[in-house]
């Protein structure tokens, strides 16, 4: 039979849950029943019944008393005695009371009097106290073995996950009617929320952490350097959150697909190892879902055409399919074959990078985690609203995606004055009818009238006659309307560019996963003492089919 010794009872109790006052053979019934159980060996029972172990756990005990006295004293000196034999149990908060004549306390008496206060522990000037140590509880937990322990919050904890489910407002930011107004924001079926404390605090911290991993920490200012802080949130994110992208990804698309998952140990090895690039293009969801949330939510076309994740790629290879026909036959007369001639063509897109920069000064350096977090999620994503919707119409299609007027086999409709103009009613019918309406219906009928600002005001100009000003179409300009559809604004297109489509077959692809970086290169920078902060991202698209747009480029200039 082994020796019960001090160093095995410590043991059990750390490890095992054993009572801290269990008799001997409490303590060897347990260690029997861990030998039988093989949850200890035999040669951990014989180390821990070593007398020179029992030497040790008596010097660590006696070590343990005099920290537990020392703490004692300093408690009763401010009037806090908690009973003997438990720590806050019993006890009626009047046993540490004193009647002596009260001292001044010293300052650094003072600020321990604030600290205390603080946790919720109330004193008098002379150091009294009416409460007893239970008023710790709050910033206690209870070990395995029901020992009150302090705990230290986590950094994550310090902020409010609370979200909020987002709808669609009523208008997007040029002031035209949102055509989803009112509905659930959702991207790629996902519920869309307001980003949360903790959404912008992780967002802050991923940003910071994806400049120290991509520049040299002589050229990071200050504010914009790590903290510890910063390091417990972006160690909480990997190990805890979802991330999206390509982890380790290379120049030919190579990498390891993350897609809206929690990292494995593997993955969070080979994310932690790349002390170069950051991952490159891969990104915490509640990051990306937040720089998307303000394209989704405002744009006038990117909610509404067709959008496809990719995780690697920088081309995607597809086809498009035509229609066969049929005629009418008679028995006895031949059918004529279908011709499937081009039946099946190409429908490959390119994968284009955009970045947005956004220049920083000491105000941003300084701003707390969630201030920068929310800075970064409004300035970004408005840059990338600005830009998606851009291409969408009018991309030219070698350096980025192709937009819809420069589409192959666009629909070309003449408008009736030229561009001496003016528009007239027959020029939006032309448009409108200039997709038929198996194309108008499809997909979800996302059926469009697009111009700029002074083409939409023509048309909403146009009177009923040359001797009366009312308006053909109305006096509710501000709903941005026209033929009982949505007119939505392109700032890049010319005057006289007005067009229609079902932006259904609008296909865009988007590769997962953010890079971000920092430049301070460059005469511009340098000589104003600036930084670029760059968030790059990557689209592709164009039309799928030709037929389901039309355009005039010969109307009003």
Request: a neutral charge; proline letters at 3%; charged letters at 20%.
């Amino acid at each position: 039979m082994f020796k019960v010794t001090a160093a095995l009872k410590a043991y059990l109790t750390q490890h095992h849950q054993l009572k801290a006052n269990a008799s001997d053979e409490e303590v060897k019934a347990l260690a029997t029943q861990l030998l039988l159980t093989k949850k200890l060996d035999v040669d951990k029972i014989n180390e821990l019944c070593k007398d020179g172990n029992d030497a040790v756990a008596n010097m660590a005990q006696a070590s343990a008393d005099a920290a537990t006295n020392a703490v004692k004293a300093v408690l009763e000196a401010y009037g806090i005695k908690p009973k003997e034999g438990g720590t806050g149990t019993g006890g009626t908060g009047t046993e540490g009371k004193t009647t002596e004549t009260a001292v001044k306390l010293t300052p650094e008496e003072e600020a321990v009097k604030s600290v205390l206060a603080k946790l919720g522990v109330s004193m008098g000037d002379d150091g009294a106290k009416s409460a007893t140590p239970t008023d710790f509880a709050g910033v206690m937990h209870k070990s395995a073995n029901g020992a009150s322990n302090v705990r230290v919050k986590n950094a994550y904890e310090s902020y409010s996950n609370t979200k909020t489910a987002l709808v669609f407002p009523n208008a997007t930011k040029s002031g035209a009617k949102h055509f989803k107004a009112g509905q659930p924001a959702t991207f790629h079926g996902e519920q869309l929320y307001s980003p949360s404390d903790l959404t912008k605090a992780v967002t802050a911290a991923y940003f910071k952490w994806s400049l120290a991993s991509s520049s040299r920490p002589s050229d990071i200012p200050r504010g914009l350097r790590m903290t510890d802080h910063d390091k417990d949130l972006v160690n909480y994110a990997i190990h805890e959150m979802k991330w999206t992208g390509l982890l380790n990804a290379t120049e030919d698309g190579g990498g390891i697909k993350v897609a809206r998952r929690k990292l494995t140990e593997f993955e969070i090895k080979a994310l932690l190892d790349d002390a170069t690039s950051g991952g490159v293009e891969i990104a915490p969801i509640e990051f990306d879902d937040a720089l998307v949330t303000t394209p989704v939510l405002y744009g006038e076309f990117f909610p509404m055409v067709e959008v496809y994740d990719v995780a690697r790629g920088r081309r995607m290879k597809g086809g498009a399919v035509a229609n066969p026909t049929f005629g009418s036959t008679q028995e006895g007369t031949a059918i004529t074959a279908f011709d499937t001639t081009s039946f099946v063509s190409a429908f490959d897109t390119t994968i284009y990078a955009a970045s947005a920069g956004m220049e920083i000064g000491l105000d941003f350096e300084e701003d707390s985690p969630t201030n920068v977090g929310s800075i970064i999620i409004d300035k970004f994503g408005e840059k990338a609203m600005e830009w998606l919707d851009r291409v969408i119409v009018a991309g030219n299609g070698t350096t980025e995606p192709q937009g819809i007027t420069l589409a192959s086999g666009i629909t070309t409709i003449n408008s009736d004055n030229g561009v001496s103009g003016p528009p007239t009613v027959s020029d939006y019918e032309g448009l409108m009818f200039g997709v038929t309406k198996a194309f108008r219906t499809n997909k979800g009928s996302r059926n469009v009238f697009f111009g700029n600002e002074t083409s939409y005001r023509r048309a909403r100009a146009i009177p009923v006659g040359p001797a009366d000003e009312r308006r053909v179409f109305g006096l509710t300009h501000g709903d941005y309307m026209l033929l009982d559809q949505p007119y939505k604004i392109q700032g890049s297109l010319t005057n006289s560019q007005i067009g229609y489509a079902n932006l259904g077959y609008y296909r865009m692809y988007r590769r997962l996963g953010f890079n971000v970086r920092m430049e301070t290169a460059g005469n511009y920078l340098a000589t104003r003492n600036l930084r670029l902060i760059v968030v790059r991202m990557r689209y592709g698209g164009r039309m799928e089919l030709g037929g389901a747009a039309a355009l005039s480029s010969d109307s009003q200039q």
